[in-house]
T-cell receptor, first 116, second 114 residues
Framework: AQSVTQLGSHVSVSEGALVLLRCNYS??????LFWYVQYPNQGLQLLLK??????LVKGINGFEAEFKKSETSFHLTKPSAHMSDAAEYFC??????????????FGTGTSLTVIP | KAGVTQTPRYLIKTRGQQVTLSCSPI?????VSWYQQTPGQGLQFLFE???????NKGNFPGRFSGRQFSNSRSEMNVSTLELGDSALYLC?????????????FGPGTRLTVT
C-alpha cells in the first residue's frame, strides 16, 4: 500500500529564512513523488516532481526537493522564504503500473506561514 | 494552453437535493480525477475516468457518481445531499493518468449544503 506522511501541519518561518517541509512515503515499488502548493480559494499547482532521474529535483519559485530512498523521504526546501510562499503544501505519491489509472495519494498538507 | 476549468465555482444547495459539477480538462488530456477536500479529511480521491471509463474509485458512497464524455469533459453528481458533503471539489486532468504524469488541477467548486 502507498501512503504519505507530512510531519507538521503548520510551519512558521521568518522572511528570508530556510523553508523545510517534511514528507515521508511508503510504497511497495519505486514511487513517483510530487509536491503541490495551494493558495487560498485555488486549486493545486505543481511545484516539482520526482520520476527516478536525478534525486535532487528543482521546481518553480526556487523550491527543490531531494529523494532519499534509504530514508523514504522527499522533503521540500527553499533557501530563503518570501511572503508570497505562504500557502498550503501537499506531498503526493503515485505508483506507475500499466492500466491501473491515476490514484494519487496525498499527504494531509502543511500550512506555511511566513513572518515578516 | 487553457488550464482545467470547473463550473460552477460556488454552489449552495439544501439537504436532499442533488448537484452536478462539471470539469473541462486540458486539451489532449484523457484522464480526469475528482477529489473532495475538507479541513478535517484533507484531499480524498473520489474517482478517475479515462477514455469515458471509470478506472479507479475511492471509498465514497454510491451517492457520488461521475461520467466522462467523448471530448474528455467530465461531470460528477452527488444525489441526496448531506451536510457533510460541504467541501471543495477539485478536478484534475492528466495526459494518460499513469504514474509519472502529473495532474493539473482546476480551481475547484465550493459546495455548501445547508
Amino acid at each position: 500500500a502507498q501512503s504519505v506522511t507530512q510531519l507538521g501541519s503548520h510551519v512558521s518561518v521568518s522572511e528570508g529564512a530556510l523553508v523545510l517541509l517534511r514528507c515521508n512515503y511508503s510504497s511497495s515499488v519505486p514511487p513517483y513523488l510530487f509536491w503541490y502548493v495551494q493558495y487560498p480559494n485555488q486549486g493545486l499547482q505543481l511545484l516539482l516532481k520526482y520520476t527516478s532521474a536525478a534525486t535532487l529535483v528543482k521546481g518553480i519559485n526556487g523550491f527543490e526537493a531531494e529523494f532519499k530512498k534509504s530514508e523514504t523521504s522527499f522533503h521540500l526546501t527553499k533557501p530563503s522564504a518570501h511572503m508570497s510562499d505562504a500557502a498550503e503544501y501537499f506531498c503526493a505519491v503515485s505508483v506507475g503500473f500499466v492500466n491501473t489509472g491515476n490514484q494519487f495519494y496525498f499527504g494531509t498538507g502543511t500550512s506555511l506561514t511566513v513572518i515578516p | 494552453k487553457a488550464g482545467v476549468t470547473q463550473t460552477p465555482r460556488y454552489l449552495i444547495k439544501t439537504r436532499g437535493q442533488q448537484v452536478t459539477l462539471s470539469c473541462s480538462p486540458i486539451s489532449g488530456h484523457r484522464s480526469v480525477s475528482w477529489y473532495q477536500q475538507t479541513p478535517g479529511q484533507g484531499l480524498q480521491f473520489l474517482f478517475e475516468y479515462f477514455s469515458e471509463t471509470q478506472r479507479n474509485k475511492g471509498n465514497f458512497p454510491g451517492r457520488f457518481s461521475g461520467r466522462q464524455f467523448s471530448n474528455s469533459r467530465s461531470e460528477m453528481n452527488v444525489s441526496t445531499l448531506e451536510l457533510g458533503d460541504s467541501a471543495l471539489y477539485l478536478c484534475a486532468s492528466s495526459l494518460l493518468g499513469q504514474g509519472a504524469y502529473e495532474q493539473y488541477f482546476g480551481p475547484g467548486t465550493r459546495l455548501t449544503v445547508t
